[in-house]
Nanobody, 124 residues
Framework: VQLQASGGGLVQAGGSLRLSCAASGRTFSSYNMVWFRQAPGKGREFVAGISWRGGDITYADSVKGRFTLSRDNGKNTVYVYLMMNSLKPEDTAVYYC????????????????WGQGTLVTVSS
């Protein structure tokens, strides 16, 4: 089982980045997928989540209107994309993708599978 997050980097405030998560090793096309983030010295917080069919998408209030979540249910690998626009310094964090077969909420403890994280740094 592997969730591989990528796409992080350094960007100026107001800029954009697209994060990708490639999930394989399970039938992740039947899994709900989410992104969490963890800023330095803070806890891991929910960013956005998408249901297994892609019909239900939720966002944290702090990113609503700026971030867009989507997924591509491939045959062997599921890709989840987080398009981040109008980035702010407070978006600086390590971003993690996660998956669960049944859960769709914002509680990190409920997710079964996690990726290794990708660092996003937004300079002012």
């Amino acid at each position: 089982v592997q969730l591989q997050a990528s796409g992080g980097g350094l960007v100026q405030a107001g800029g954009s980045l697209r994060l990708s998560c490639a999930a394989s090793g399970r039938t992740f096309s039947s899994y709900n997928m989410v992104w969490f983030r963890q800023a330095p010295g803070k806890g891991r917080e929910f960013v956005a989540g998408i249901s297994w069919r892609g019909g239900d998408i939720t966002y944290a209030d702090s990113v609503k209107g700026r971030f867009t979540l989507s997924r591509d249910n491939g045959k062997n690998t599921v890709y989840v994309y987080l398009m981040m626009n109008s980035l702010k310094p407070e978006d600086t964090a390590v971003y993690y993708c996660a998956a669960d077969r049944y859960y769709t909420g914002s509680s990190r403890q409920e997710y079964s599978y996690w990726g290794q994280g990708t660092l996003v740094t937004v300079s002012s």
